[in-house]
């Protein structure tokens, strides 16, 4: 599987962002989509997460509100729109996926199978 993350860049505080996740090779039955992200100096931490069939969707809190997760299974896609960006949203995102994300762990890195190379976003102040 391999999957291929874009539409990262330079944007102001208060912009919006959208990113794209491309997925190609194995198809999966069932399977949980994320975005997680890496600012520098730190761990990579959970951002969103979509399932399969769109019934069960997590945010953390910085994100509610201001982020939105959606999905494409026709182009095997997940997107991750960002409104309202802020400084502290600088980072590396990176996409995944899971095929035995439980409702518990659908944060945690160790429950992604595969991920893509990241896509740099910054917000300028």
């Known amino acids: 599987v391999q999957l291929q993350a874009s539409g990262g860049g330079l944007v102001q505080v208060g912009g919006s962002q959208r990113l794209s996740c491309a997925a190609s090779?194995?198809?999966?039955?069932?399977?949980?989509l994320a975005w997680f992200r890496q600012a520098p100096g730190k761990e990579r931490d959970f951002v969103a997460a979509?399932?399969?069939?769109?019934?069960?969707?997590y945010y953390t809190s910085s994100a509610l509100g201001r982020f939105t997760i959606s999905s494409d299974n026709a182009e095997n896609a997940v997107y991750l729109q960002m409104n309202s960006l802020k400084p502290e949203d600088t980072a590396i995102y990176y996409c995944?996926?899971?095929?035995?994300?439980?409702?518990?762990?659908?944060?945690?890195?160790?429950?992604?199978?595969?991920w893509g190379q990241g896509t740099q976003v910054t917000v300028s102040s």
């Open positions: 979509i399932n399969w069939n769109g019934d069960n969707i």
């Open positions: 995944a996926v899971g095929t035995r994300v439980t409702s518990t762990r659908y944060d945690r890195t160790a429950s992604y199978d595969y």
């Open positions: 090779g194995r198809a999966f039955r069932r399977y949980t």
